[in-house]
């Protein structure tokens, strides 16, 4: 469905793929009846990894963030041990998975509520996690304050492609529906600029399949992820351009990475 | 709608709706008080009936002292204070006795006939749920007065503002197109316009005093009175334009010369709109109907398609130049679908496409992207409706086969019209709102990409998915038995009221559980994986 997510993401029904589980390995057990062809074919998963944190760094220009994804540095380890001022080498895996935590959360304007929900933090140092996290960041949270501001002056924001999401709430008098429309003031021109990467990325890709006269498909488009089925003899020309296809869809500060899996079914593919 | 509102300063509607059923039923009228709150069965008499609206499919429900007494499990209807003194009423933040739930209240009133009597009788009672209500003893005392709905408040029945009268039409439906309530605007209109069987009308007020007459044994009652008084007829006064209203020249193309000549005169166009016009919302199994055509605004054609597909196939080969054309643009709605169903008739559409759902998805992404919606807004004009055409979803729907040939013509012509002039419309406000180049260059493209992954899908393994099926049927089945033994009752474990009366209520995991907007306790996702979290 092209358009039913108003962030410019795809969604998809008559199944949901978006619905499929993947937090218990029982629902991730799903994934298995996804499968090729026939044995002369095998499954493709082409993902891109953590494609969110890597736009709002680029967009937010926050140097550090930036600096450790060209380094290929483990995003999350580096900023664990950036706010819990360790070296990167001694973060803990708690330390680890509280940054990542935040991380993500960030995208989606957590609170201090929130990330003590869903990690062992009590309110009061998810709130100290918070705020170092920003001094850590700080263009980061600037670039949070000018979308907000951009959006009151100008009642949207928008996509690295001019996509626009429209917030009429953003100036509203009640608290709990501006918040909303602030936190889809970040999230918005994130989540839709990963859209319109992953569109460009599939508009490509289709168009050297067929010139190519490849006789493998691109078959599913679920999250951040692309899944092919793949003729075998192509494999390695094709694994080539799919991911030098998603990796060069835009052009950001940061680079895009792409990880590719195979397999006799999607959950091996994955 | 002329319906009277009765606010006098100081007191609870529920205390004003208590107060004139019982001045209305001495007047010797029949009551119906129209709520879905249980709190009403203590008034509830001969002549006092409960008027549950429909809700979440269930149909109406008319509550009387039998229905009380059964719900309730009382003798008198006014013994359901006593009850909810009891049990206590989350939604009306009513406390009630810790631990006593629906049951243990309903025992009690058989064993003690009322609150009191139960407060009397405690020597009767054993270990915990004596010390309970005998601590207790205030708080029951508190609740069941909170419980009661007063019955003597400074309002008078004046039965002459309960008749129905005819509602200011104009006044109405200009309400509702503001608030955009569609549907309650059609009701509207059928309902009052008399045309229509008013056998299921639902009248929205707090209350609805009615006289019944004599002779209406039935239980039906006319909503204009049983005096024979014909009903003044009511007209749909929008102000949207239908195909009534709007010149137009919408033709069935004949076979033959008729054809001939509609061809030439397509392939000359630069831009066209197209709409099939099939037998199923999947396209996978669509079997064309008919396609209709317009190039002009209020103008058009359709082309019926047998139904023996060898012949439609021949049909369609007379229109495949025009389809795989790289010069003529094609403009829909959901092009996407139109692509998919040709497909099965080998044909590829090609060209410039223009998708005016795509389009709107650009213009406006959080608002609906459906034709009629569209061209209520931007064309003021509504279109023909499915329903009226085809009838509800249901096995009685027909298909678009069975619908007459002239008002197939209408239908879908109009369709592809309304198609096209909102394709004029939208054109200039992409360009606006600079996102043209994200439609031709992104959105279009992967419209095209998009019907390819679709009609290439995904080969499923059939045999794993139902041993799946079979090992998660049996992961649930221990499940729901693990849970009924912690719950130490069977229920309803899909039913979020129930869920949360034995989570709160009977468990008493927190002290003050967080409450949805209807006053039932939340069981959201967070709140309970909070509580898993808490409750390790």
Known sequence: ?270 | MHIPSVIPEGWEADDIIGTLSKQAEKEGYKVFMVTPDKDFGQLVSENIFMYRPARMGNGIEIRGIPEVQKRFGVERPDQVIDYLGMMGDASDNIPGFPGVGDKTAKKFIEQFGSLEGLLENTDQLKGKMKEKIIENAELGRLSKKLATICTDCDVTFNAEDYELSVPDSEAVQKIFEELEFRRLKEQFIKIFSGEEETTETQVTSTETAQKIAASAGSGQFSLFGGDGASPATIKNTSSRNTIADVPHAYQSVAPGMAMKLFLQNLMKQSSVCFDTETTSINPLEAELVGIAFSWESTKGFYIPFPEEREKAKELIEELRPFFESKDIEKIGQNLKYDIKVLDKYNIKVQGKFFDTMLAHYLINPDMRHNMDVLSETYLNYTPISITELIGKKGKNQLSMREVPPDKQTEYAVEDADITFQLAQHFRPELAEAKTDDLFADIEIPLLKVLADMELEGINLDIEFLKSLSKDLENDIANLEQKIYQAAGEEFNIGSPKQLGEILFDKMKLVDKPKKTKTGQYSTAEDVLSYLAKTMK
């Open chain 1, 1 to 270: 469905m092209q358009t039913v997510a108003a962030t410019g993401r795809l969604s998809s029904n008559n199944p949901n793929l978006q619905n499929i589980p993947i937090r218990t390995e029982r629902g991730r057990q799903v994934r298995k009846a996804f499968v090729p062809r026939n044995d002369d074919y095998t499954l493709l998963a082409a993902d891109y990894s953590q494609i969110e944190l890597r736009i709002i760094a680029a967009l937010s220009e926050e140097n550090t963030m930036i600096e450790a994804f060209k380094n290929g540095e483990d995003i999350h380890a580096s900023t664990a041990s950036k706010v819990f001022n360790v070296p990167i080498e001694e973060v803990t895996r708690e330390q680890r998975s509280n940054a990542k935590t935040v991380n993500f959360g960030i995208i989606y304007g957590v609170s201090a509520f929130g990330l003590s929900n869903q990690t062992d933090l009590s309110r009061s140092e998810a709130k100290e996690l918070i705020d170092t996290y920003y001094k850590t960041y700080p263009k980061l949270r600037n670039y949070i304050s000018e979308q907000v501001d951009f959006a009151r002056e100008n009642g949207y924001v928008q996509t690295v492609l001019g996509r626009r999401r429209y917030l009429k709430d953003i100036n509203g008098s009640n608290a709990v529906v501006r918040g909303a429309a602030e936190r889809n003031a970040v999230n918005a021109p994130i989540q839709g600029s990963a859209a319109d990467i992953i569109k460009i990325a599939m508009i490509n890709i289709h168009k050297k399949l067929t010139e190519g006269g490849y006789t493998s498909k691109m078959l599913l488009q679920v999250h951040d992820e692309l899944v092919f089925d793949i003729y075998k003899p192509e494999l390695e020309e094709l694994k080539g351009i799919i991911k030098s296809e998603m990796e060069n869809a835009y052009k950001l500060a940061v680079p895009l990475d792409v990880e590719l899996g195979m397999g006799e079914n999607w959950l091996v593919a994955h």
